[in-house]
Every structure is written in C-alpha cells, then in structure tokens.
C-alpha cells in the first residue's frame, strides 16, 4: 500500500479499540518472568554452553600477541576465539569500530576475545588466564582539546551546515543579544537487559535469539560480518529489556557468540559485563554548543545561531544537536553548523532522542537566558516566537504545530501565574523553590513497514510481523490495530513479533516504531479484509466489519465460519511518498517542573513535573504515559547526575557500571502528570499517529535547570547540574 495523499476517514476512526488506555498484553508474562528474553531462551536452544567477552585494555593501538594456552587447558573450556582463528570478519554498515579488535585497537574494551566454556565461571575464570601483549598508541580523548581541529562533517541525511538571510548583519544590529556556551556529557543507554545473545548453527544457517531493536538491520550486518548470505541468518527477539538506541545495531556480544558457537560446535550464550556495556557498545557523546539569539526589544527573534561540536571515532557521525533550531522557532536570520573532532573513545551513536535530547538541553536555557535579558515571561517570549511554516522554508507548512496550545495548557496546569520571576525570592524553610519550563519538540519519521495477518479457522486473528517491543507496548497497540480493523475483540488477537522469518517492519527507535509499524499492520489487514469479503461474496469496498463478523449488501456472514474450511490471509508493505517533503511533521510539546534547593546544601528535589504533549492520534494513552513518564525520568538523569566520566589519560570511561553511572531512582522522581491534546495527523499515515517516546525527555533537562536557576539564581550552563556547580554561587543561607 502506498500511502500518498492525507488520510481521509476509515475504520481507525472508529475508535474502539484504538485510543483506549489499555493494559500491556505482554504485561502478565513480564511481571511472572515468563517472557524469555534473549539469555533465557533454554527451550530453544538447550545445552547452550557460556561465552566471556574479554575487552581490550588499551583505547588505541596494537595486539603483539595473545597468549591463549592456558585459558585453554582450563576446566571446561570448549574454545577460545581471537582475530587470529575467528577466520575474516568483516565491518557491519552500521558500525563505526570493527566489532573483534586485532591486530588493531580502535578504542577501550573493544572485544579482543570469547572463552567458551561449560559453565560462567569457568568461561570467566578462564578468560583472567588470557595473555594480551599490546603495544600502546597515545590517542585523542578530550573533545575540549580537540575542539579547534574538528571539521563540518559530509552531508548525508542532513546539512551539517545551513544558512538563511544574513545572521551575522542581523545578530551584531540586534538590540537584545545572548552569546552563550553550553556542553552535555557522553552518557550511557543504561539498560536493565544487558546487550545478550545465543547463537546456534545448524549447518552453515546461523541463528541468534538476540537483544536487538532493529532486525532486518541485524541480519543483514551479522551476514556482512561474517561474509555468509543474509538468507542463512535469522534473528529472533520476541522481548527486549530497554534498549534506548544501545540495541539498534550489531553489538560484539551478538558476533562473540556466533564466533564461539561455531568454535565449540554447540549453542552459546554471550552476554556483556555491565563495564563492557558502557565501553564496548556505543553512548550518546558529549557536546559543546553555542547559542546565540538576537531580537528586538519586544522579544520578537531577528537572528539565532546554534554550532555544536562532538566527537567520534574516524568515519563516525557527529550527534545533530543543531536539528531542533532549524525548526522550532521564527527567525529570518539564521545559521546552524556541526563540527566532528575524531576521538579515540568508544563509539558514539544515537541514544533516545538523538540530536534533540542534547540540543535542547542548551537551546531552552538559552531561551530563558533571553527572555531574561528581555523581562519577558519565558512562556510568552516562546509563544511570541511560534511560526506555522518552516523556518528555512517559508513556503513549506507543518502538517499539524500546536507547540502554543501546550504551553498555554501547560502553564495553567501547573499553576505558572504563581511563578516569582526574579530568582531565589521564594523559600519554605531552608528550601528555595523554583519553576522551570521548556519547548519539547521530535521529528516525526515514518519507515517502510510491512505485517502479515491470518485469519485461523477458529476465527482468531494472528499478526506477524519483525517489529520488536523493546518495553514500548508494541504487542498491544499491534493487537488493538488488527482488533479494530476486523471488528473482533482484542482477546481474539495475537500478535507474533521480533522475527525475521516474518515480514519485514520499521523496527523500534527513532519514535517511528508505533505509527509505523501499526501502518504496516493497518496495510495487511486491508488486504485480509479485501480476501474476507472476497471469499464472503461481497464487495470489499462496502464491506463493513463488526462484532466478529464481515457486512456488505444486507448479507452477514461470521468470521469464525468464514475461515472454518481453512486459514485467509493477508500480507502487505505500508510505503510513503513524499508528503513529508511537502509538509513538515513534527511533534510537540511543553516541559514544566518545580524544584527545591537546600540553601545550605545545594541539594536538588525534583517536586513536580508536567507535560503537555501534541503528538497526533495517541493509539494507547496508558502505554504512550508510560512512555512519556520514562523519557522525563531520563531527562531528570541529564539534568542532574548522568555524566560518562573520561579518564583523558587512557581513554576510557571511568564509572563504567550502575554503582558509577547515576541514574536517577524512585526517591529522585515525584508525581508526574502527562497530557496529551486531542489531535490527528492524516499527514504521517493512515492511522494519523506520531511518536511520542522521545518527544518525552526533549526539553525536561532544561526546563529543570531553569527551575534550579528560578529557585537559586545559579545559571550552570555545564550538565549535569551538580552540588560542586551551584554552591560557590549560592545566595547566603538565612
């Protein structure tokens, strides 16, 4: 199916069964621990002996030798793998560092080996008796140091560079100005599920039960890295512990344990030390911004600039932190420029919400900084600040923009009239309080997806397709899809997913997944639809399905006696032409929070957070606020503790495991209320749907530190926003 032109009314509209706040069907196996994940796949591939990845103890340079004979000789290995004996492996298309390292170390704890062995211990007791002779290159480990040598990266999806009109001319005659420079830490995915695989070969046909957002994206790179053909390689992940981008490609755990299942002659399972979590697989990278906003003395925008620099491995990719400024707010003089510094750490790559999540970390405190510097209300002077065109293409309108609505909503929601705007004046006890508010914005996208749906003899409806939930809800709103599309209750769907023996989807990230791949759903059952009515004797463009049976022409027939002399199908692709180009599709939305500050102490409560979202059609509210509740948990993280540590000496990250990395936990979260407008898009796709699990964390780390600057009078510019930050500048406890 080719979806073309907007969407005019069909069965979605219906609403039955889509847009009901409806409990996750994969819930009660979850809360049981019935839902095998990747490591505990024992049925499928019994046996399985345990594979120890061991990570490189350099950042940068050579492998002189591996000394493998005495990991050998010890109890219970079956194998040891290194690029000595793994045979040629070759570089996935979307990994930026080779997955097994040797001879050449690209960064620290890239995988150097795999000791299979009978059981963990032993593979891990085995793996300490493993001899590395390397020979140390001095790498590049400072982006600060590397600033000034970083180049504008080639163009690919995006312009690293872009100008409108003339912003220098318009930023030096502006008569309110703001030049400021903010930086964000590299920062981990974190995720409860480690990155985990068995792997099993039967013959020269290779199959994974693997963690893995992305399927058709990891069969195909595993079959490039192993140099064997894509229809030899199955990738099976049915649930998935979070995977926020870590788990969107191959990760070395994955190739490990095929390499050692190959070597061992027998299944093995592989999953990563928490350490080589953060150190092996990517993170997202750490940024310097400048921002500057020029305007008139009534507030209104003459001249914005945001530059951000970041820094990867050679071929990598700079994180687009510049994506938001090009789109959120008018401005006819206007310029945006990545800059990419090569640097020697682990790879870097996209993590929830590439691009926004760090972009609007510096470019909503620089709107508040502005509004300042203007006595305007930091609301208004966004409201003051809205356009319903592209403002890089006048002539291009957004399919729907209601950032306005959810900041006048949002305001009155949280009681924004109550707000002192002159900082550090509102106390209770020894706690000063402050309020913080901040734009969400998230590109929508929409992918190629396709699902096939059966309708079986005992009249229940199967969907499969290789979508994958990796704790997004995936299973219901696929369900409540085919449910409303068939006219059955959700009881009576089943959803098969995470598959690549099964039609190809739009797999998890990038906020796509839900609208895209329930398009692809909604395109299969318009097929099964067209087949039903077909077999029925009725003219599928006036067939009508309800309450379990198909209508058209004054006949009835049930579906469970339709389908009783044998199973109909239907299978299609959803495609898009190029109604994105024409109308800009965004999402959109508005952050507020209050905090509390200990006077003497600098210590930060988070005490309340709202957010108003307009995100089209929401198919499942409860799934999509928990969704939405999670990202403003990661914000929260970015505003004040999730800081990837580098040791510029070696070239590493130093609190590499959850004792380190802070995250924020119950105790740091309060109450938390989401709204979503009531919207439709009939741009993006038949179900007039966009993302919202992204859109969730976009803005929440400024909005809170503009709630600690409202509360203190303490500007840090530097995430996250710690103790040692605010306390030399805090007003004088009294």
Known sequence: MKFTTPATTNPIDRLKVIGKPTDRIDGPLKTTGTAPYAYEQHKAAPNAAYGWVIGSAIAKGRINAIDTAAARRAPGVLAVVTYENAGKINKGDFNTARLLAGPEV???????????????????????????????????????????AAKTPPAKDDKPATRVADFDGAFAKAPVKLDATYTTPDQSHAMMEPHATIAVWEGDKLTLWTSNQMINWGKKDMAKTLGIPVENVRLVSPYIGGGFGGKLFLRSEALMAALGAKAAGRPVKVTLQRALMMNNTTHRPATIQRVRIGAT???????????????????????????????????????????????????????????????????????DEMAEKLKMDPVTFRIVNDTTVDPEKPGRKFSQRRLVDTLRLGAERFGWNKRNATPGQVREGRWLIGYGVAAAFRNNMNMKSAARVRLERDGGITVETDMTDIGTGS???????????????????????????????????GQWGGNSSTAGVYAACVKLRENIARKAGMDPAQADFADGAVRAGGKSQDLRQLAAQGDITGEDTMEYGDLDKKFQQSTFGGHFVEVAVDAATGEIRVRRMLAVCAAGRILNPKSARSQVIGAMTMGVGAALMEDLVVDKRIGYFVNHDLAGYEVPVHADIPHQEVVFLDETDPMTSPMKAKGVGELGICGVAAAVANAIYNATGVRVRDYPVTLDKLLAKMPLAV
């Open 475 to 509: 299973y219901t709103i696929i369900a409540q899809t085919a449910a409303e599309m068939l006219g059955v209750p959700l009881e009576r769907v089943t959803v098969r997913l995470g598959d690549s023996a099964y039609p190809v989807s739009s797999g998890s990230g």
């Open 297 to 367: 003395r009534e507030g209104r925008i003459t001249a914005i600039a945001h530059e951000s620099w970041s820094g990867d491995l050679p071929d990598g990719q700079p994180e687009t932190a510049v994506n938001q400024t090009r789109l959120l707010y008018a401005g006819a003089n206007r310029m945006t420029h990545l800059r990419l510094a090569v640097l020697d750490l682990p790879e870097g790559n996209a993590m929830r919400a590439p691009g926004e999540a760090p972009g609007m970390m510096a470019l909503e405190i620089a709107m």
């Open 106 to 148: 690209q960064h620290y704890h890239q995988a150097v080996a795999v000791v299979v062995a009978e059981t963990f211990e032993q593979a891990r007791a085995a793996a300490s008796l493993v001899k590395v002779d390397y020979a140390k290159v001095q790498g590049v480990y400072d982006l600060d140091a590397a600033m000034n």
